[in-house]
């Protein structure tokens, strides 16, 4: 569901008081107690899975949870389905209407949301523990009893169509969309998340019900939970939370092939603004992958650290060529992107471009210095427990783990991963990753110095 849509929501509701203690409280663990934390594999008598932290010093609870699937489940002429479901979930379930529902939620100080990405379906539930069994019984609703009412569903579309209208005008959505449709032409990975406005309009009641059932089943179901709650509690509410969902799914998504993103296109998008907006990528890894790890520390060096990485000094520090420059990886479950982005005057676009492949191919050719190494190592891990900093954050990082199958040990061995790092392993995966040749590019304005090879991909 996108941010338009959820802050539509908040709007309609009254502060709380209590609310506010609530996200107060959420940020108040240490980093270095965050770190320390014993992950319990938890499996409930129905044989539901999740990983748990306890954490009895705050009264809070926090879940996160997600099913493997995600807007590729969308069928094709009915995209932006799923994200629709996630604005809906909340909006009425069982006996209560939508602002009945809501009013629970904001009565008991309980945070409860949905979102979608390209391959999971996503919840998060956030309470303090003497609200417990409320919060649980209202998320137990939302997923097994979601009401689907008329003028909740109308609504939220409104909210929705909203959105893609300024997506339309937005030049970095009109780039990423392009990008996306133009590298997965035949795959739902280049479809637009938030679909439509066509398809949107055209979605029902029962559309929803059936995405439901076929995207909310216990074996794609993954659970990180932290906070104030034992193991044998947690077991049962497993139990009462889920199990009453299907157990299998009609979709055997382990058995799609990956995919191999197609490479080299450079398309110029016409818009009459003073600017040229550059979404710029390339094949990248699966998380999986032995060189995921060196990518990562090459990355943060290449582009992705700011006003540390090269591409910043050499574009915006050595000669103003932009605000921003960055990269980034991206590692779906079918295909791994390496990504990057950029705006700068249309006058200029060309030779920005020219010096994003020249810092491509330096590192591809000449590698890293220790030193430079040494301090991207660094900031990585010892910015890493800053991701630990609060219940919800540690919940959101024990999924990802799972999802991305790390393994239950990944907190103790990652920054021993990241030291590992050497001047070898960055100039084999710059080899690997870096060919200009490779590179493919969506540029929207009316950029100098840039031809097209391919015309547009617009989903």
């Known amino acids: 569901m996108n941010n338009r849509t959820r802050l539509g929501k908040l709007a309609r509701l009254p502060a709380c008081a209590a609310f506010v203690i609530f996200v107060g409280l959420i940020g108040a663990l240490s980093s270095r107690a965050a770190m320390a934390v014993e992950i319990q594999r938890v499996v409930s008598p129905g044989g539901i899975e999740a990983w748990l932290v306890e954490q009895h010093t705050i009264p809070l609870i926090a879940m996160d949870f997600a099913f493997k699937g995600g807007t590729r489940l969308d069928p094709r002429g009915k995209e932006g389905l799923g994200n629709l479901l996630s604005g809906l979930l909340d909006e009425g379930a069982g006996e209560l209407d939508a602002q009945a529902f809501q009013e629970q939620l904001q009565a008991h100080a309980i945070q409860l949301g949905f979102s979608i990405d390209r391959d999971s379906f996503r919840g998060s539930l956030q309470t303090l523990s003497e609200h417990r069994d409320k919060a649980f019984s209202l998320l137990t609703l939302a997923l097994n009893e979601p009401r689907f009412d008329a003028e909740p569903i109308e609504r939220i579309r409104a909210q929705i169509l909203a959105g893609l209208a300024f997506e339309a005008e937005d030049p970095n959505q009109i780039a990423s969309k392009a990008f996306f449709a133009a ?67 009609d979709t055997d998504l382990a058995a799609l092939p990956v995919l191999q ?104 050719d000449h590698g890293v210095g220790e030193e430079e190494l040494d301090n991207a190592k660094t900031y990585l891990i010892g910015s890493y427990p800053l991701r630990f900093d609060s219940n919800a954050k540690i919940a959101g990082q024990l999924l990802g783990i799972q999802l991305q199958d790390l393994g239950i040990d990944y907190f103790d061995k990652r920054n021993d991963l990241i030291a590992a790092v050497t001047q070898a392993d960055i100039r084999r995966v710059a080899e690997r990753l870096l060919d200009p040749r490779q590179l493919s590019l969506v540029a929207v304005g009316e950029p100098d110095g840039i031809a097209a090879t391919d015309a547009p991909a617009l989903p």
Not at 193 to 215: C, I, S
Not at 302 to 312: A, C, D, M, Y
């Open 183 to 249: 590298a997965f032409p035949d795959h739902p990975y280049g479809r637009p998340n938030h679909g439509q406005p066509a398809t949107v309009a055209m979605l029902t009641a029962d559309d929803l019900r059936d995405f439901k059932a076929r995207q909310f089943t216990t074996d794609r179901l993954f659970i990180g939970v932290v906070g104030d709650i034992t193991a044998t509690e947690l077991a049962t509410r497993l139990d009462s939370v889920f199990g009453g969902l299907p157990a299998h799914a």
């Open 261 to 364: 993103p197609a490479t080299g296109q450079t398309a110029i998008i016409a818009r009459d603004i003073p600017q040229t907006v550059m979404m710029f990528g390339m094949p990248g890894l699966l998380r999986k992958d032995p060189d995921f790890i060196p990518a990562y520390v090459m990355n943060y060096m290449l582009g992705g650290g700011g006003f540390t990485s090269r591409l910043t000094e050499e574009i915006r520090e050595k000669r103003g060529l932009a605000y921003s420059v960055y990269s980034y990886l991206v590692p779906l479950d079918e295909a791994g992107l390496y990504l990057g982005g950029v705006a700068t005057q249309n006058a200029r676009a060309g030779e920005t471009l020219d010096l994003i492949r020249a810092e491509l191919e330096r590192m591809r």
